[in-house]
């Protein structure tokens, strides 16, 4: 099975960016629909973004136009690039899989593995 490490997390200005990045060891993230959900205090699980090879994407509406969702099929890196961040993308952001790659959709459910989570701050 996969495993799913993230990083790139941290603190920034409103208006900032940030590139949280997954690093996906023991298989190939071609094989699976590939996600970026967080979780802030006291809210609910999200779904930010999703992405499954060849590269079909899906967004929250209340990150399209901001956020970019990618993946390097070579090094098995997932990212999450954050541009003009707002203080309410303030979370905890996780990286998921799900080996249902044709089902690929924002619903935590659907994915089995996911990463430790890293912090985004914006204030």
């Known amino acids: 099975h996969v495993q799913l490490v993230e990083s790139g997390g941290g603190s920034v200005q409103a208006g900032g960016s940030l590139r949280l990045s997954c690093a996906a060891s023991g298989d190939s993230v071609r094989r699976y629909c590939m996600a970026w959900f967080r979780q802030a205090p006291g809210k609910d699980l999200e779904g930010v973004a999703t992405i499954n090879f060849p590269g079909d994407t899906q967004y929250a509406d209340s990150v399209k136009g901001r956020f970019t969702i990618s993946e390097d099929i070579p090094k098995t890196q997932v990212y999450l690039q954050m541009d003009g961040l707002k203080p309410e993308d303030t979370a905890m952001y996780f990286c998921?899989?799900?080996?249902?790659?044709?089902?690929?959709?924002?619903?935590?459910?659907?994915?089995?593995?996911w990463g430790q989570g890293t912090q985004v701050t914006v204030s």
């Open positions: 998921a899989a799900s080996r249902r790659p044709t089902n690929c959709d924002l619903d935590s459910t659907l994915f089995t593995v």
